[in-house]
């Protein structure tokens, strides 16, 4: 049983659409697949300006309905036989009746709930599998089209939805029709009151690796644009290579920490089902892209990636009326918690005279105000300082299970920051030992990712067993 997850780029168009053929015709036919697709490129994008516009009683709504229309007839025109075009095309047009009235509605209303929103986002993976499912039937690759909604059960969140693992599981294994090869939209799935929900941006990896878990798959393959999980981001290194192996633990700190081509969440169920992933480059198959598994082959290489997010806000809260004092950080992360603010980084001074949370640039606002409400008394009473925030940060993350058994990666790192300048806000190592990340200005970030991937990633072999020494 196999699984694969092709993105936005790899469906992008007639012709991403024609390489992806090209690569499901390479696999054994009498293995049982299953393909999930992101919407195209840019299509979810459009869809948000989409109901955005329609909100704000701009008319200019229908240019970009116009737009999607003519998108997607025009991989059909290219993908499929003029014969063959009425049925497929017929289906895609009552879809954009569909959004039509949805958008109407929305403009005429004045209303737009997170449900609609939801609803609306949807559209582009039920399009894009729509499509692709039938241009597998006219190259030779029977499927049958799955709507992953009836499969896939959440709360009601309706736009960053919970699933229930083990109803969406139950659905699964018991509800698939038979068939060698199917189809099926990522992204969307359904509450249980029948709604319409989605799984948050990159939420199309997570719906391929249920569906990986649910079957007990023997691999799960996610191809994109680029040739699997690299040492960091090329864009900021241009040395950066993309690594050969991972482990789960070390894929998920590197997605975590803004290696955007895995999305976070989708490794757990992998990791309880015990299936290996491998990240593929759809425009170049050849490439044997990042293996993640439970065990990957041993490497000399200690740290395995450099990440990094940008815009950040660091938050501190001090004071000497925190020392000693029980359920102060439990009062600080329910404040931030009841916010939905999500933290990235955490560190407390020794003395637990200061705590200090790394959170988004654009929560830094609303942070602070929840904690000056929830700390005014002791404020007024001078016990805790008026809360810090600084603006714009970054956290440049250090991964690799191998910075377990060797001493002196951390200080390697610190004294070469300090040696050029950069000055270091926060440092926080994980108890596992497996990260070590720090906070610096974003106008040092690109620099400091450079210098540490040229210390860690040398490319000449007595050079690279130098710094392992």
């Not at 990042?290 to 938050?315: F, Y």
């Not at 299970?401 to 000055?423: C, E, R, T, V, Y």
Request: charged share 20%.
């Amino acid at each position: 049983m196999l699984v694969l997850k092709f993105g936005g780029t790899s469906v992008a168009n007639a012709d991403a659409i024609r390489q992806l053929i090209s690569i499901i015709q390479a696999k054994d036919r009498s293995e049982k697949k299953v393909v999930v697709v992101s919407a195209m490129s840019k299509v979810t994008d459009l869809l948000i300006s989409l109901y955005q516009r329609a909100a704000a009683h701009d008319a200019s709504y229908q240019e970009i309905l116009e737009q999607l229309e003519a998108k997607h007839m025009a991989a059909i025109e290219e993908l499929i036989p003029m014969s063959h075009q009425i049925d497929i095309k017929g289906k895609i047009k009552m879809i954009f009746r569909e959004m039509e009235d949805v958008c109407k509605g929305i403009f005429l209303l004045d209303e737009l709930s997170d449900s609609t929103k939801a609803r609306m986002m949807a559209y582009g993976e039920r399009l894009s599998s729509a499509i692709v499912s039938v241009a597998f039937q006219h190259h030779g690759l029977s499927n049958t089209l799955l709507d992953s909604r009836d499969y896939l059960q959440t709360d009601s969140n309706y736009l960053n939805a919970k699933v229930n693992l083990k109803v969406t599981y139950t659905n699964i294994q018991q509800s698939l029709p038979e068939d060698l090869l199917y189809v099926a939209p990522g992204f969307i799935a359904r509450s249980a009151e029948g709604k319409t929900t989605v799984l948050g941006r990159g939420g199309s990896d997570y719906t391929a690796s249920l569906y990986a878990a649910a079957l007990q798959a023997d691999l799960l393959e996610i191809w994109s644009d680029v040739d699997g999980m690299y040492t960091t981001d090329p864009r900021k290194a241009s040395a950066a290579f993309s690594i050969e192996e991972l482990s789960y633990e070390e894929a998920m700190e590197l997605a975590y920490f803004g290696a955007k081509v895995l999305y976070p969440p989708t490794i757990a169920p992998l990791i309880a089902a015990k299936i290996p992933l491998v990240l593929k480059n759809t425009f170049n198959p050849g490439h044997k892209g990042t293996l993640i598994t439970a065990s990957p082959a041993p490497s000399r290489q200690n740290v395995k990636g450099i990440s990094c997010i940008d815009h950040m806000a660091v938050l501190t809260l001090s004071g000497s009326g925190m020392v000693g004092v029980p359920g102060v950080a439990m009062r600080l992360f329910k404040a931030v918690a009841q916010e939905s603010i999500n933290v990235y980084f955490i560190t407390q001074s020794s003395s637990e005279q200061s705590i200090t949370i790394g959170l988004a640039e654009t929560e830094g606002a609303k942070a602070v105000h929840a904690l000056t409400a929830e700390f005014a008394e002791d404020i007024a009473q001078e016990l805790i300082n008026p809360v810090s925030l600084e603006t714009p940060m970054s956290i440049v993350a250090m991964v690799g299970n191998g910075m377990i058994q060797q001493p002196g990666i951390a200080g390697k790192a610190f004294s070469l920051l300090g040696d050029h300048g950069i000055n270091i806000r926060a440092i926080a190592q994980g108890a596992t030992e497996r990260i070590i990340s720090v906070v610096v200005r974003s106008e040092d970030a690109h620099q400091a990712v450079n210098l540490l991937h040229d210390r860690f990633f040398l490319t000449k072999p007595a050079q690279a067993e130098a710094v392992l020494a």
